[in-house]
């Protein structure tokens, strides 16, 4: 039997470097080590209507996402890339994950929450019901690892929930999926506002880095990055999240620990460590731009993303005939 590991990301914008850092380059790094593993990657635009996207847009995002994932250095030996819409399982199993969904449990659900919090007004009910599409994205797979970032937590959780519930009603279907979540990078802050995370739908750009941004605007962005007036550089991420959070990301893409950042900056000023974080960040994120230009566009990602339909869209079938049969919908 294949063993997956699976992940999505939305199509609400350029992918931010936290996007980067806590999924797609962690993505990378788990398929050189998991070779036995099937990646099943997805452009989660289902996930995206939950709030109002310009169709133009979306479409926009939709095609630089896809681009991204494989210009950020995934192999596509072994890679499934697909468009969630296009998958009519994730939807029909999304259904069913909601009648077994609890309203309390959804109404737990921080994200929600905090949208809720930010607009009082004409919140969709599927952003309320969204984990539990998330929840069938997973399981249509029986998914066993699921990389994310930290503020997936929650809804890596409620999966597992349901899916523990699923098969105590119906009898074994699910396999109960476990998150990876990588030990860095997994909850990259706002470069302006280091106690929030670093996110694409932010009106206030000035704090988050898309992967598109040109170099003079990702060196202007580090540069004005806000810090503290201790002006030394040291891990402390409760009374110095802003030049930890720059560490956190420092280190992310050189692989040095704190320490060794610490030590390698023993004698110098924020300043100076801005400075070569700029260029760092500038090197890593030239390199993915530099390989977007190439898939984007090109007959090999159309042809990547049509192969993606055609594989996942085998498992959901066989998948949800099986739920079916189980829960004893249909004739
Ligand atoms: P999304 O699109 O918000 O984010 C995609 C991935 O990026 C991670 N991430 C971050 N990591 C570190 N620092 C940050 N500032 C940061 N911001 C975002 C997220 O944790 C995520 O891993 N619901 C999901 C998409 C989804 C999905 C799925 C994921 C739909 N179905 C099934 C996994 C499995 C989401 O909104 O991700």
């Known amino acids: 039997m294949i063993k997956f590991v699976l992940s999505g990301i939305k199509p609400t914008g350029i992918p931010t470097l936290g996007n980067y850092l806590g999924a797609l380059k962690n993505f990378v790094k788990l398929q050189n080590e998991m070779q036995d593993y099937e ?9 995206a209507i939950t709030v109002y996207q310009d169709p133009k847009e979306l479409k926009q995002n939709i095609k630089n996402l896809a ?78 690892y699921v990389p994310v970032g930290d503020d997936q937590m929650q809804h890596l959780e409620l999966t597992r929930d349901l899916a523990n519930r699923f098969n105590n009603r119906y009898g074994e279907t699910f396999t109960v999926p476990e998150p990876l979540v990588s030990k860095k990078g997994s909850r990259i802050m706002d470069l302006q506002d280091p106690t929030k995370k670093m996110a694409k739908s932010e009106e206030e750009n000035k704090g988050c880095i898309f992967l598109l941004d040109p170099p003079s605007v990702i060196r202007k962005k580090i540069k004005s990055a806000v810090t503290d007036s201790e002006a030394k ?32 900056y023993k004698d110098k000023g924020y300043g100076d460590f801005k400075k070569d974080l700029a260029e760092i960040v500038v090197e890593e994120i030239s390199k993915v731009q530099k390989e977007f230009e190439k898939w984007y566009d090109s007959k090999e990602l159309k042809q990547i993303l049509y192969e993606g339909k055609c594989r996942a869209s085998m498992f959901a079938r066989s998948k949800m005939k099986k739920i079916k049969k189980l829960i004893g919908i249909g004739y």
Do not use: W
């Open 39 to 47: 990646f099943l990657l997805f452009i989660a635009d289902m996930h």
């Open 233 to 264: 550089i040291y891990y402390d991420k409760e009374n110095k999240p802003g030049i930890s959070n720059l560490m956190t990301i420092y280190s992310s893409i050189t692989d040095l620990s704190y320490e060794e950042i610490e030590n390698k």
């Open 67 to 144: 681009a991204l994932y494989l210009a950020c250095g995934l192999n596509t030996d072994n890679l499934t890339l697909f468009v969630q819409s296009e998958v009519k399982e994730h939807v029909e199993l999304g259904y069913i994950m909601q009648s077994i969904t609890y309203m309390g449990e959804l109404e737990r659900m921080t994200q929600y929450k905090d949208k809720k919090q930010k607009q009082a007004h004409g919140i969709s009910s599927a952003l309320f019901t969204y984990p539990s599409l998330m929840a069938a994205d997973i399981l249509l797979y029986d998914a066993k």
